[in-house]
């Protein structure tokens, strides 16, 4: 029997986060609020899982301001 010298990180993932990804790949950088809507999924969800897999560095987040007061709008993007 051979031993895996790596991990393949589909099988690491969990399904949510395989279709944050696949959904950030389709429909570009997004806010939160446009991955709950699309994915239909609680927002707390969507969030906590956005940030394990910005740990793993397959995704990064970065804002946007669009001339207004108050806070810039926050996107997330796939890093592939």
Known sequence: MMIKDYFE???LMTPIQNNLIKTLQ???????RDLVNYLKTPR???YDNL?????RKVVEKFTR???????????????G
């Open 9 to 11: 990180p589909k099988e």
């Open 44 to 46: 707390t969800t969507i």
């Open 51 to 55: 940030l394990k897999l910005q740990k």
């Open 65 to 79: 301001s669009n001339g207004n007061r108050g806070r810039p709008l926050v996107f997330w993007k796939f890093t």
């Open 26 to 32: 389709q429909i570009g950088p997004s806010t939160r």
